[in-house]
Nanobody, 128 residues
Framework: QVQLVESGGGLVQAGGSLRLSCSAS????????MAWFRRAPGKEREFVAG????????SYADSAKGRFTISRDNAKNTVYLQMNTLKPEDTAVYYC?????????????????????WGQGTQVTVSS
């Protein structure tokens, strides 16, 4: 069983920045594909960003490109999402997700139902 715990959400003004963190339990974190998803009120869960097992492949939703950066530190079992130039439409609950057995994947999976473990979510609210 893998436990994921997000932190770093909060209230920020438009144009501001936040860094989300997701800490994972277990000794095989370095083999997981990690991703961030979000769900805004009244909307479907959507992919935001993903990073492969060793950090050399990343992928972003169009809405996140140029503003968000995903990274991971396998020594700390942690994945990060740096969010800059935040907009009110970024307001959502952000979830960290892990897909096990992902060493060797050459593409980032963006479908939420392909991930095995989820965190509890952290609220990000961007005021205008």
């Amino acid at each position: 069983q893998v436990q994921l715990v997000e932190s770093g959400g909060g209230l920020v003004q438009a144009g501001g920045s936040l860094r989300l963190s997701c800490s994972a339990s277990g000794r095989t974190f370095s083999t997981y594909l990690m991703a961030w998803f979000r769900r805004a009120p009244g909307k479907e869960r959507e992919f935001v960003a993903g990073v492969n097992w060793n950090g050399d492949i990343t992928s972003y939703a169009d809405s996140a490109k140029g503003r968000f950066t995903i990274s991971r530190d396998n020594a700390k079992n942690t994945v990060y999402l740096q969010m800059n130039t935040l907009k009110p439409e970024d307001t959502a609950v952000y979830y960290c997700a892990a897909r096990i057995g992902s060493v060797g994947l050459v593409r980032i999976i963006t479908s939420w139902n392909q991930y095995n473990y989820w965190g509890q979510g952290t609220q990000v609210t961007v005021s205008s």
